[in-house]
Nanobody, 123 residues
Framework: QVQLVESGGGLVQAGGSLRLSCAAS????????MGWFRQAPGKEREFVAA????????WNADSVKGRFTISRDNAKNTVYLQMNSLKPEDTAVYYC????????????????WGQGTQVTVSS
């Protein structure tokens, strides 16, 4: 079992920055992929970024490339999502996920999920 707890969400003006954290506990395999997804009201859950827990590989959605950066600190068992140049369309609940997905951008292929943290970007 893996437990994931997100933090760092909040209200920010367009153009601002936030850093989300995902604290992981439990049995985390080095091969696991850690992903960030988001879900806006009335929309499907959307892939944002992912990183291999052992490091070396990252993936980003086209919509956030150049603005969001995913990283991890294995010593702290934490994955981060640094979000810069935020836009109103980035407003959503952001979720951390972990597992061994065949396709990193597909939510259903992750085994573990956090409760989410709200990010609101005002114009």
């Amino acid at each position: 079992q893996v437990q994931l707890v997100e933090s760092g969400g909040g209200l920010v003006q367009a153009g601002g920055s936030l850093r989300l954290s995902c604290a992981a506990s439990g049995r985390i395999f080095s091969s696991y992929i850690m992903g960030w997804f988001r879900q806006a009201p009335g929309k499907e859950r959307e892939f944002v970024a992912a990183i291999r827990w052992s490091g070396g590989s990252t993936w980003n959605a086209d919509s956030v490339k150049g603005r969001f950066t995913i990283s991890r600190d294995n010593a702290k068992n934490t994955v981060y999502l640094q979000m810069n140049s935020l836009k109103p369309e980035d407003t959503a609940v952001y979720y951390c996920a972990a597992g061994s997905p065949g396709r990193v951008s597909v939510p259903n292929e992750y085994a573990y999920w956090g409760q989410g943290t709200q990010v609101t970007v005002s114009s």
